[in-house]
């Protein structure tokens, strides 16, 4: 006798979000990278279709970063000496999307001038993040708002400590932006309450909700995520845009990743930890409704992207 | 599904006559509803009601055990989708394969070192729980002989024929152990030798609907302890097949799908990482690992423990004073938050370092730092009580506390609080620690 398997019905859906423009939508990308709109749990592909696969965007910094692993400047090599090779060298590995930092010894024209080297690098959609300072952040991510006007970009990071002037220069230049908040349900809503009344379209904002590493506070970022996508379902529209995470960042900075000598030896061979640090922080949160997470190594690219593929297989 | 007091009243003799010690059978049915009494208390229920109460009664996950002597890992019991519901209860039992067809000698010498590996992760040691056995040519019994002259630990047996595992489980006396490789055609000789040695048994399949059947089947011949042993080619398939499992077996009550899965994590290219993973978190209640590599191990003992962590309780270590590496008068003060992998992240660099400092805990509900500082559980007025409270002041001969960089914004507030210290500023993040106390202090 066949089984009837339980299917929830929900009433809610994850906001559908376009990132980047091409010339005939007035930008310059090669192709757009469209994400959410799922109307179940994640993957759960016997109730409803997913219509957009989870995307990777790759970690670069305008400028060659003091304080990475040396597994990753060993990697990464020469390409990280300017924005133009690493953005470039990251399409190669895999990338859907890249992610820049600016950093903060960058004047506004120095900012500008990485987007826009970036933009010429590759056709990929850009998103670039201020270097996490208020007045900095604001000063580099207008000037390239404006320089870029009609790209689609995402900028960020917008936090309920400052997010007005990133939204209203990507409101001004048709960006969208990233909306950052402390592993919180509550805050999280808060905060695109905050930037929709502001007037910005809601398909226009896609949710951080910020992850720990594995070992260091995965869990609380994963039931946050849980929790945001349960709740979107159920209908609570200020949940429902699509998230992005950044498991390289988080994996990256823990001592597991970043170092090598002085551990126990129990903790194994350091590179391969390392990888599987950020390809299992990054695989659990893609499995909590991640739409975007960010890495750092390109093994981890491959095998996150081997996961999604067996995830997406439809059978 | 639990019985309401209604339903089991209706299941009672309804004679009211009070040898139970309770007044009415009505009285007794809602306390055996709020299971603050036994069945065994009525001495004239039916035999077809104490099998209805005993199966409504039932947890919809069975619990497996799979024991050596003192050693037990256990599986099922659960009762949520979702972690934050309550808490995930029986952590996944981690076990290595070894193949016979690698002989008794290379057998050895893999559990030898896995029997050494133990890895500490915030104050808690882990080590795998057992190890599975797969028979693919060559003498069973042998390496059954060889795994367990190296091991305590409980374990599965893999296999197809059913005469060749039996040469094994005859080696496992007392235990209780698990088969694996029962399917649609040989479920029956298996479940004989699941029920002749008293071991549980999983059900190897991809479709429900056979597995149910086969269940079912097994039950008859007398064998309850049951595993589905889930075999499904890709993650997207193992991922809906899981949560369809432990949904019917939740929401639907249904009892043939009421066991824990068992999952066999394969493939080359750090694949095996990504399936035990998944297995973890979507819940598997056994994971075998075809290799084992402490760091691969490493990282799935440490999302294990993060995954069946209670969410209501937080590893939290005693807010206090604590002294690394003996420090002296005028050794620095660092502050921190009571999170525990907050405080063992701290505490390992600062004692790696070699330099002693003396490292002031708060109390902020188990809240890493940036955590707590956003629900305002750290905050200058919380640092300068555990500063006054711990009477740090008569300790050190220099007044000066370091803040974690997270909370930089606080420093101001800090001094308006302490005015008679230094407030200096550290890093942000723990591993950042050594070179701080080196250059900066």
């Given at each position: 006798?066949?089984?009837?398997?339980?299917?929830?019905?929900?009433g809610g859906k994850i906001?559908t979000?376009?990132?980047?423009?091409?010339a005939?939508?007035?930008?310059?990308r090669?192709h757009?990278?469209?994400?959410?709109g799922?109307?179940?749990?994640?993957?759960?592909?016997f109730?409803?279709?997913?219509p957009?696969?989870?995307?990777i965007?790759?970690e670069i910094?305008?400028?060659?970063?003091e304080?990475?692993?040396?597994?990753?400047?060993?990697i990464?090599?020469?390409?990280m000496n300017?924005p133009?090779?690493?953005?470039?060298a990251?399409?190669?590995?895999?990338a859907?999307?890249?992610?820049m930092w600016?950093t903060?010894?960058d004047?506004?024209q120095?900012?500008?001038?990485?987007?826009?080297?970036v933009?010429?690098?590759?056709g990929?959609?850009?998103i670039v993040?201020?270097?996490?300072?208020?007045?900095?952040?604001n000063?580099l991510?207008?000037?390239?708002?404006e320089?870029?006007?009609g790209?689609?970009?995402?900028?960020?990071?917008c936090e309920d400590?400052?997010?007005?002037t990133?939204v209203?220069?990507?409101?001004?230049?048709g960006h969208?932006?990233?909306a950052?908040t402390p592993?919180d349900?509550?805050?999280?809503k808060?905060l695109n309450?905050l930037?929709?009344?502001?007037?910005?379209?809601n398909?226009?904002v896609?949710?951080?909700p910020?992850?720990?590493?594995l070992?260091?506070?995965i869990?609380?970022?994963?039931?946050?995520m849980?929790?945001?996508?349960?709740?979107?379902?159920q209908?609570d529209?200020?949940?429902?845009?699509?998230?992005?995470v950044?498991?390289?960042?988080?994996?990256w900075?823990t001592?597991?990743?970043?170092?090598?000598?002085?551990v126990?030896t129990a903790w194994?061979?350091?590179?391969?930890?390392?990888?599987?640090?950020e390809?299992l922080t990054?695989?659990?949160?893609?499995?909590?409704?991640?739409a975007?997470?960010?890495?750092r190594?390109p093994?981890?690219?491959k095998?996150?992207?081997?996961?999604i593929?067996?995830?997406?297989t439809?059978? | 599904?639990a019985?309401?007091?209604?339903?089991?009243?209706k299941?009672?003799?309804?004679?009211?006559?009070?040898e139970?010690?309770?007044p009415?059978?009505?009285?007794?049915?809602m306390?055996?509803?709020?299971?603050q009494?036994?069945?065994?208390g009525c001495?004239?229920?039916s035999?077809?009601?104490?099998?209805?109460?005993?199966?409504?009664?039932?947890?919809?996950?069975r619990l497996?055990?799979?024991?050596?002597g003192?050693l037990e890992?256990?599986a099922g019991n659960?009762?949520?989708?979702?972690?934050h519901?309550k808490?995930?209860?029986?952590?996944?039992?981690?076990?290595?394969k070894?193949?016979t067809s690698e002989?008794?000698?290379?057998?050895?010498?893999?559990?030898?070192?896995v029997?050494g590996?133990?890895?500490?992760?915030v104050?808690?040691?882990?080590?795998?729980?057992g190890y599975a056995?797969?028979?693919?040519?060559?003498?069973?019994s042998?390496?059954v002989k060889?795994v367990?002259?190296?091991?305590?630990?409980?374990?599965i047996l893999?296999?197809n024929d059913p005469t060749i595992l039996?040469?094994?489980l005859?080696?496992?006396?007392?235990?209780?152990?698990?088969l694996?490789?029962?399917?649609a055609?040989?479920?029956?000789a298996?479940a004989?030798l699941?029920k002749?040695y008293s071991?549980?048994?999983?059900?190897t399949?991809?479709?429900?609907?056979?597995?149910a059947?086969l269940?079912?089947?097994?039950k008859t011949?007398?064998?309850e302890?049951?595993?589905?042993h889930?075999?499904?080619?890709?993650?997207?398939?193992?991922?809906?097949?899981?949560?369809?499992i432990?949904?019917?077996a939740?929401k639907?009550?249904f009892?043939?799908l009421?066991?824990?899965?068992i999952?066999f994590?394969?493939g080359?290219?750090?694949?095996?990482?990504?399936?035990?993973?998944?297995?973890i978190a979507k819940?598997?209640?056994?994971l075998v690992?075809?290799r084992?590599?402490?760091?691969?191990i490493?990282?799935l003992?440490?999302?294990?423990?993060?995954?069946?962590?209670d969410?209501?309780k937080?590893?939290?270590?005693?807010?206090?004073?604590?002294?690394?590496n003996?420090?002296?008068p005028d050794?620095?003060?660092l502050v921190?938050?009571?999170?525990s992998?907050?405080?063992?992240s701290?505490?390992n660099?600062v004692e790696?370092s070699g330099l002693?400092?003396?490292?002031?805990?708060?109390d902020a509900?188990?809240?890493?730092?940036l955590?707590?500082w956003?629900?305002?559980?750290?905050?200058a007025?919380r640092i300068?009580?555990?500063?006054k409270?711990?009477?740090?002041?008569e300790?050190?001969?220099?007044?000066?506390i370091?803040l974690?960089g997270h909370?930089a914004?606080?420093?101001?507030?800090?001094?308006?609080?302490?005015?008679?210290w230094e407030i200096?500023?550290?890093?942000?993040e723990?591993?950042?620690?050594?070179?701080?106390l080196?250059?900066?202090?």
């Open positions: 006798m066949p089984i009837e398997i339980p299917k929830d019905k929900w906001r979000t376009v990132l980047g423009a091409t005939a939508e007035g930008g310059t090669s757009t990278v469209t994400i959410g799922e109307s179940s749990l994640p993957f759960m592909h109730e409803t279709p997913t957009n696969t989870p995307c965007a790759i910094k305008d400028r060659k970063p304080d990475w692993s040396p597994i990753l400047t060993d990464w090599g020469e390409a300017s133009v090779s690493w953005s470039k990251a399409e190669l590995a895999g859907d999307i890249i992610l600016l903060l010894e004047t506004p120095d900012a500008v001038n990485a987007a826009k080297s933009l010429g690098a590759t990929l959609p850009l993040y201020g270097p996490g300072q208020v007045d900095k952040d000063e991510l207008v000037a390239v708002s320089a870029t006007k790209e689609k970009l995402v900028l960020g990071i400590k400052n997010y007005r990133i209203a220069t990507a409101m001004a230049n969208l932006v990233t950052r592993m349900v509550n805050l999280s808060q309450i930037i929709s009344d502001m007037g910005m379209s398909e226009r896609i949710m951080d910020t992850t720990g590493a070992g260091y506070g869990e609380y970022g994963y039931s946050v849980e929790r945001l996508r349960l709740a979107a379902l209908g529209q200020m949940t429902q845009g699509a998230m992005i950044t498991p390289g960042f988080e994996a900075k001592k597991e990743a970043k170092v090598g000598t002085g126990p194994g061979e350091w590179k391969e930890r390392a990888i599987n640090w390809t990054a695989v659990a949160l893609i499995e909590t409704g991640a975007i997470v960010v890495l190594h093994e981890s690219v095998r996150v992207k081997t996961a593929g067996e995830l997406m439809v059978s | 599904m019985l309401s007091g209604i339903q089991i009243y299941l009672l003799p309804q004679t009211n006559c009070k139970c010690g309770y009415t059978c009505l009285a007794f049915a306390k055996l509803a709020a299971k009494v036994e069945l065994s001495p004239y229920v035999e077809e009601s104490k099998k209805q109460l005993a199966e409504s009664s039932a947890p919809p996950i497996i055990s799979v024991k050596a003192e890992t256990k659960e009762t949520v989708m979702f972690r519901e808490t995930f209860f029986n952590r996944t039992g981690i076990f290595i070894v193949k002989g008794p000698e290379a057998i050895k010498a893999k559990i030898t070192e029997e590996y133990k890895v500490s992760y104050g808690m040691d882990f080590t795998v729980d056995i797969e028979a693919d040519g060559g003498d069973f042998n390496a060889a367990r002259a190296n091991t305590k630990r409980p374990l893999v296999g039996d040469t094994g005859g080696i496992l006396n007392g235990e209780k152990p698990m694996v490789g029962a399917d055609s040989s479920w029956e298996m004989d699941a002749k071991a549980s048994l999983a059900i399949g991809d479709n429900l609907d056979t597995l059947e269940t079912e089947k097994i011949k007398g064998v302890d049951i595993v589905i889930l075999k499904s080619e890709n993650l997207g398939k193992h991922l809906a097949l899981s949560t369809q432990r949904r019917m939740l639907s009550n009892r043939p009421g066991y824990p899965i999952t994590a394969e080359g290219n750090g694949r095996d990482a990504i399936v035990a993973s998944q297995a819940y598997s209640g056994f690992m075809d084992f590599s402490p760091e691969l490493y990282p003992l440490v999302l294990r423990q993060n995954i069946y962590t969410p209501q937080p590893i939290q270590v005693q807010p206090g004073i604590y002294e690394i003996s420090p002296k050794s620095p003060v921190t938050t009571n999170f992998i907050t405080y063992f701290v505490a660099e790696g002693p400092a003396w490292l002031v805990v708060c509900e188990g809240m890493s730092v955590t707590a956003a629900a305002g559980k750290f905050d007025d300068a009580k555990s500063i409270g711990f009477n740090v002041a300790k050190v001969s220099k007044k000066r370091v974690p909370v914004v606080l420093s101001g507030e800090v001094e308006e609080e302490l005015p008679e200096r500023v550290g890093p942000r723990a591993v950042d620690i050594p070179s701080f080196k250059q900066a202090l």
